[in-house]
């Protein structure tokens, strides 16, 4: 069975930093794009940040600056380095990896931001 495992979540003050962890682990023989996802309270699941398989990244405007997505293949991991974090950041963060050619996602960790 094939599985995300986030790690790295907590509170934190604005201003601070985090760094987000996931590893995926189970039967793999792919592993394509890799990715950070968010959802606030009320609002819908957004993109964070997306490592490819090609080993481009993209941000999304509102972290763009501030967070930095990295990827280690041998470890079968994804991670999102978040810097002066704001409230507005505030959210339960989801890895998300394309895994055997099927659309994976971690069961979430939360970050809360707030003084």
């Known amino acids: 069975q094939v599985q995300l495992v986030e790690s790295g979540g907590g509170l934190v003050q604005p201003g601070g930093s985090l760094r987000l962890s996931c590893a995926a682990s189970?039967?793999?023989?792919?592993?394509?794009?890799m990715g950070w996802y968010r959802q606030a309270p009320g609002k819908q699941r957004e993109l964070v940040a997306l490592?490819?398989?090609?080993?481009?990244?993209r941000y999304a405007d509102s972290g763009n600056g501030r967070f930095t997505i990295s990827r280690d293949i041998a470890k079968k991991s994804v991670y999102l380095q978040m810097n002066s974090l704001k409230s507005e950041d505030t959210a339960v963060y989801y890895c998300?990896?394309?895994?055997?050619?099927?659309?994976?996602w971690g069961q979430g960790t939360q970050v809360t931001v707030s003084s």
């Open positions: 490592f490819t398989n090609s080993a481009r990244t």
């Open positions: 998300n990896a394309i895994i055997n050619f099927l659309s994976t």
């Open positions: 189970g039967s793999i023989f792919s592993i394509g794009d």
